[in-house]
């Protein structure tokens, strides 16, 4: 499974404060958690990078979350976490290595994708196997709100399609099943742009077997592509947001993939896949000033939170009113 872009603007990260002076995300992913914990492999964008100076917590446009977001989602489950975004250099290479060495040393067993601390970890392939398939995983970004990094290799890119498929070939010949995660898309749009379309059939024919893309903070479709050997690869063109303080309508609704791969007879394959509507909900709280954020699948989402979501817009109804408007 996989969920959509965890944006940490000051908002969230102002009502995650603690007495003592640190953060605390972990109730954000009550509603989901359970969810979460039925998968073998739980993937979520984190499209803020991680600091652990507090004097580098910001929000928009130059991002900086506060380091305590890691451990909400290993909490919550999370065994894969994607950083490739327009924001992950937002704190230089600061923010790079503050994150992956918080990972590597408190969460090993997290999978981080997108970003490296060491030449060799770029050139590898990261590779899990569950119930005896090997799944490769790849994360890339179209692009950088801040100057691209001196040391290339700390963020995969989606540079030219012979280096991605390239790469994607590379991963293919190594596992039994190859995921992509590409960072792309214009952003409050419901459907792919030709970037999008161009990428994910190159991507596709490449070897890639699934495709889960992010960055719009909008909901788009999951579509099944033909590759150029004939399979079958579902392509997700964006989850949008799962957690942030983005208050339209259009952004506060997200995705959850969900996918069943099986190895047979006929080789390691999608045999099911499906989109769940998430939403993300934020209640005021009266007595603080700040908020309590309780993003969650749609189908969780009733009247009674609905008439105490800060924005009321946000019916029930016209939830599943839009998410029908995109997915068709």
């Not at 977001?69 to 327009?86: I, K, P």
């Not at 060495?101 to 997290?110: D, L, N, Q």
């Not at 070939?169 to 099943?177: G, L, S, V």
């Not at 590409?182 to 059939?201: K, M, R, V």
Request: glycine fraction near 6%; charge should be negative; include cysteine.
């Amino acid at each position: 499974m996989a969920l959509g872009d965890d944006l940490i603007h000051n908002c969230v990260y102002w009502s995650a404060q603690t007495p003592e002076g640190g953060y605390d995300f972990t109730s954000f992913f009550d509603d989901i958690r359970p969810t979460v914990r039925q998968y073998d492999l739980a993937c979520i964008n984190q499209e803020t990078i991680l600091v652990k100076d507090r004097e580098l917590i910001e929000s928009y446009p130059v991002f900086g979350s506060p380091i305590e977001v890691a451990d909400a989602l290993a909490d919550t489950g999370f065994n894969v976490v994607t950083f490739a975004s327009n924001h992950c250099f937002d704190k230089k290479e600061t923010g790079i290595t503050d994150t992956l060495s918080y990972f590597h040393e408190t969460y090993p067993e997290i999978t981080t994708l997108g970003i490296h601390d060491t030449e060799a970890d770029a050139e590898a392939i990261s590779i899990v196997e569950k119930n005896g398939i090997r799944i490769a995983m790849l994360n890339f970004t179209y692009g950088l709100n801040n100057s691209m990094p001196e040391k290339r290799w700390m963020i995969d890119m989606l540079s030219s399609q012979e280096t991605v498929c390239g790469r994607i070939e590379q991963a293919k010949q190594a596992a039994d099943f190859v995921i992509v995660f590409p960072h792309w898309g214009t952003e409050d749009t419901f459907s792919p742009d030709n970037d999008q379309l161009t990428w994910a059939q190159a991507m596709a024919d490449a070897g890639a077997d699934l495709i889960i893309g992010g960055h719009t903070h909008t909901l788009q479709p999951v579509e099944l592509l033909t590759a150029s050997d004939g399979r079958d690869v579902p392509v997700y063109y964006s989850l949008g947001n799962f957690l942030s303080h983005q208050k339209e309508k259009m952004n506060l609704l997200g995705g959850m993939a969900s996918v069943t791969i099986v190895k047979d007879a006929d080789g390691t394959h999608v045999s099911e896949y499906d989109l769940k509507p998430t939403i993300n909900v934020i209640l005021r709280n009266e007595n603080t000033g700040w908020y309590t954020y309780r993003p969650m699948l749609l189908d969780s989402y009733g009247t009674e939170l609905a008439a105490q979501n800060r924005f009321s817009e946000c019916t029930v109804d016209a939830m599943w009113a839009l998410y029908e408007d995109i997915t068709g």
